[in-house]
């Protein structure tokens, strides 16, 4: 059964060493990921986990996104794929990626 990559959503999330997450999604896979590539993405919008306190205060919103402080929070998708290659993806990456692995991004939908 392939991934819908748009309808993903995060369970529970945990802080690790350094800007490491531990991810647990709806479907039970768990996984974890660096997100330290997004401190040099998004210009200032990440520049907020520069303080590990920050970092550390992630929570899984509402909508199944983890989320921090100041509503900065990431696409469950895209989190997914990161987990599943094992490692941060650029955007156009990220897409590319996850076509391969179910189709285009709007035929996930």
Known sequence: MKTNYLLEEVTSIRPLE??????????SF???VDLSPLLNCGGEIFQPWRDPDFF????????????????LDLSPGSLRAWCEA?????????DAWIERHCGSP????
């Open 86 to 94: 094992g490692k941060f993806m650029d955007y156009e990456e990220t």
């Open 18 to 27: 350094g800007y490491r997450v531990a991810v647990t999604f709806a479907d």
């Open 30 to 32: 768990s996984a974890d």
């Open 106 to 109: 709007e035929k996930a939908a």
């Open 56 to 71: 550390r205060r992630v929570t899984v919103n509402d909508f199944g996104a983890p989320e921090w402080p100041g509503e």
